[in-house]
């Protein structure tokens, strides 16, 4: 309780409009299923929050010995209310008895349940609950409950609300949702994000994974041993009967049978197709799988995964849930990690621009409308990375999460496109050439073809192709006049915190944000940049700046000693 009640002294949490609870915009966020209306129920936004490190501080909570009473041992969703008393309300989409308890310095806020009893609450209001209408001053008779540190049950259908208080008061409400709207691979996810759910009787002894890893190999049995395997496994989240092996024959077979992992193979069509190779083994993997279905590839040269410092507490289990989970929320149907593989150009955001999706490590939601390579399976896979991105990013969009990514390394063995193409630079060129430029014809608003480039391409946005100018050469840059030097600017300092602005309007707007309480705050529900007016928060949501270096806000940072040893 005492790291959570630190995270919400520290954090800002976003505001909703409660209206059954609140004449006013509330501080009260959900986890879980959550009733998202026209798309039946699903996983709400605010799971995701602080990179899923809320949720586990709740999760934490069930855990905390400190508290009095029973802990509830089944729960799908949970929320949390932060200084706010909720008037007369009752809760139609709970199932069964919800758990309720609070934490922090307040005197008051007890817990008014109608029944029979010997308190009393006056209405203050008048109210409709659910049909039934409350005049203003009725006398409504109940008990009241102290719920600071201890558990209490309560029937969420039953009449209910907070008395007034005065000081720091958070609760926390355990619920469930109703059973008949969790479908089957809402409980995997569910029970994938740490949530406990009723065993039935009859259900498998595990509980299915809502994503399959998929490894696509050739002849590299001893590579994906001690590098790729090795990433995967060695934190101990992923479960080895989640990961499959895509191989090209029966001798593959022979030698990957050693590592006890799920293995396909069509060795009828790698003899009828002598180019069977990578494209082929991926679209092999995703025959007989569902519709809507999570799929991780992971290229079998991988030999490590960076994170940032800030996130080093997740697990691989944790960044993969997180992957398709923002996917899920931003109703795209490919992500992936970082582009680059070194680890100093990690960045704390997640971007839908127009970019690579690199092939190291990448997920996908199966469905039949998705875009397929066209041009990169003519020579064998080259250049597979670039026309999957753009394809995507053409039809629907793409995530990546910038503050990890994948690390491989070309190993000179036998299999995949270097047997293809037989270590000849120009030819690996040639082909690679072959579909960039196929691309550019394709998409000239979005593409280029830019030899000097590592890929031998650069991505451009639709909104700004008109205005590309073309790349300068190394002789123009050089001939290029120098700057004249510009008048020194004046400087204003904060007397408070000593920050340095050039302009007055910038000075006046810090002190207004950072150092007046009874200014207004609208804090960015992704990055927690706060801003004086709700515009300019849709605007900075909107245009998808979180991140940005001018004024970026520096989210907090747990301590590694708080999540030691807890698994989402």
Request: net charge positive.
């Given at each position: 309780?005492?790291?959570l009640?630190a995270f919400?002294?520290?954090?800002?949490l976003?505001?909703?409009?409660?209206?059954?609870?609140a004449?006013?915009?509330?501080?009260s966020?959900?986890?879980?299923?959550?009733?998202?209306?026209s798309d039946g129920y699903?996983?709400?936004?605010?799971?995701?929050?602080?990179?899923g490190?809320?949720?586990?501080l709740?999760?934490?909570?069930?855990?905390?010995?400190?508290?009095r009473?029973?802990?509830?041992?089944?729960?799908?969703?949970?929320c949390?209310n932060?200084?706010f008393?909720?008037?007369?309300?009752?809760?139609?989409?709970?199932?069964?008895r919800?758990?309720i308890v609070?934490?922090?310095d307040?005197?008051?806020g007890?817990l008014f349940?109608?029944?029979?009893g010997d308190?009393?609450?006056?209405?203050?209001?008048?109210?409709?609950?659910?049909?039934?209408?409350i005049?203003?001053?009725?006398?409504?008779?109940?008990?009241?409950?102290?719920?600071?540190?201890?558990?209490?049950q309560?029937?969420?259908?039953?009449l209910?609300?907070?008395?007034?208080f005065?000081g720091?008061r958070?609760?926390?409400?355990y619920?469930?949702?109703?059973?008949?709207?969790?479908?089957?691979?809402?409980?995997s996810k569910?029970?994938?994000?740490?949530f406990?759910?009723?065993?039935?009787?009859?259900?498998a002894?595990?509980?299915?994974?809502?994503?399959h890893?998929?490894i696509?190999?050739?002849r590299r049995?001893?590579?994906?041993?001690?590098?790729t395997?090795?990433?995967?496994?060695?934190?101990?989240s992923?479960?080895?009967?989640?990961?499959?092996?895509c191989?090209?024959?029966?001798?593959?077979?022979?030698s990957?049978?050693q590592?006890?992992?799920?293995?396909?193979?069509d060795?009828?069509?790698?003899?009828?197709?002598?180019?069977?190779?990578?494209p082929?083994q991926?679209?092999?993997?995703?025959?007989?799988?569902?519709?809507?279905?999570w799929?991780?590839?992971?290229?079998?040269d991988?030999?490590?995964?960076h994170?940032?410092?800030?996130?080093e507490?997740m697990?691989?289990?944790?960044l993969?849930l997180?992957?398709?989970?923002?996917a899920?929320?931003?109703?795209?149907?490919?992500w992936?990690?970082?582009?680059?593989g070194?680890a100093?150009?990690?960045?704390?955001n997640?971007?839908?621009?127009?970019?690579?999706?690199c092939?190291?490590?990448?997920?996908?939601f199966?469905?039949?409308?998705?875009?397929?390579p066209k041009?990169s399976d003519a020579?064998?896979g080259a250049?597979?990375d670039?026309?999957?991105?753009?394809?995507?990013y053409?039809?629907?969009?793409?995530?990546?999460?910038?503050?990890?990514?994948?690390?491989?390394?070309?190993?000179?063995?036998?299999?995949?496109?270097?047997?293809?193409f037989a270590n000849?630079?120009?030819?690996?060129?040639?082909?690679?050439?072959?579909?960039?430029?196929?691309?550019?014809?394709?998409?000239?608003?979005?593409?280029?073809?830019?030899?000097?480039?590592p890929?031998?391409?650069?991505?451009?946005?639709a909104?700004?192709?008109?205005?590309?100018?073309?790349r300068?050469?190394?002789?123009e840059?050089?001939?290029?006049?120098?700057?004249?030097?510009?008048?020194?600017q004046?400087s204003?300092q904060?007397g408070?915190?000593?920050?340095?602005?050039?302009?007055a309007a910038?000075?006046?707007h810090?002190m207004l944000?950072?150092?007046t309480?009874s200014?207004?705050?609208h804090?960015?529900p992704n990055?927690?940049?706060?801003?004086?007016k709700?515009?300019?928060?849709?605007?900075?949501?909107r245009?998808?700046?979180?991140?940005s270096?001018?004024?970026?806000?520096?989210p907090?940072?747990?301590e590694?000693?708080e999540?030691?040893g807890v698994?989402?």
């Open positions: 309780m005492e790291a009640l919400v002294r520290e954090s800002s976003p505001k909703t409009v409660r209206a059954d609870v004449s006013e915009p509330v501080c966020v959900t986890v879980g299923a959550v009733d998202k209306r699903g996983i709400s936004a605010a799971t995701l929050l602080h990179r490190y809320f949720m586990r709740l999760h934490n909570v069930v855990q905390d010995a400190g508290l009473g029973s802990a509830p041992p089944f729960y799908t969703s949970v949390l932060v200084g008393a909720a008037r007369f309300h009752v809760d139609s989409r709970n199932e069964g919800s758990f609070s934490g922090g307040y005197t008051g007890e349940c109608e029944g029979p308190d009393v609450w006056h209405a203050e209001e008048e109210l409709n609950v659910q049909g039934r209408a005049r203003a001053g009725a006398a409504v008779t109940g008990t009241d409950y102290d719920i600071r540190r201890s558990w209490f309560f029937d969420g259908s039953i209910h609300a907070v008395r007034p005065a720091e958070v609760n926390i409400v619920f469930r949702a109703p059973r008949q709207k969790i479908t089957a691979a809402l409980s569910l029970r994938a994000l740490g406990p759910l009723p065993v039935r009787p009859l259900c002894l595990r509980w299915p994974s809502p994503y890893i998929y696509c190999s050739t049995s001893g590579t994906i041993a001690h590098h395997l090795r990433v995967l496994f060695q934190d101990a992923i479960a080895p009967e989640d990961v499959t092996l191989v090209r024959d029966g001798v593959d077979v022979g990957y049978m590592f006890g992992l799920n293995i396909i193979v060795e009828v069509a790698a003899q009828e197709t002598p180019t069977f190779g990578l082929e991926r679209r092999l993997c995703l025959v007989g799988r569902s519709h809507g279905s799929n991780l590839f992971v290229d079998d991988v030999i490590s995964i994170r940032l410092e800030s996130t507490w697990s691989l289990h944790d993969i997180l992957g398709f989970l923002t899920e929320q931003e109703d795209v149907r490919l992936g990690c970082n582009s680059s070194d100093r150009n990690l960045r704390d997640v971007s839908h621009g127009l970019g690579l999706i092939g190291y490590f990448w997920g996908v199966h469905d039949a409308k998705n875009p397929t041009l020579v064998q250049g597979e670039i026309e999957r991105s753009l394809r995507f053409h039809g629907g969009g793409i995530v990546r999460i910038n503050f990890a990514c994948a690390q491989a390394k070309t190993w000179c063995n036998d299999g995949g496109l270097q047997e293809s000849d630079r120009r030819i690996r060129e040639s082909a690679h050439d072959y579909v960039v430029l196929g691309l550019c014809r394709e998409y000239p608003e979005l593409l280029i073809y830019d030899p000097s480039r890929n031998r391409c650069s991505f451009r946005s909104c700004s192709a008109a205005t590309v100018a073309p300068k050469t190394q002789q840059s050089k001939e290029r006049p120098p700057k004249e030097k510009q008048p020194h004046r204003l904060c408070l915190c000593e920050k340095v602005y050039r302009r910038d000075l006046r810090h944000v950072q150092h309480e200014a207004p705050r804090a960015c990055c927690g940049r706060l801003f004086l709700a515009k300019d928060m849709k605007a900075h949501v245009g998808m700046r979180c991140g270096k001018r004024g970026r806000y520096r907090w940072v747990p590694m000693t999540v030691a698994s989402i």
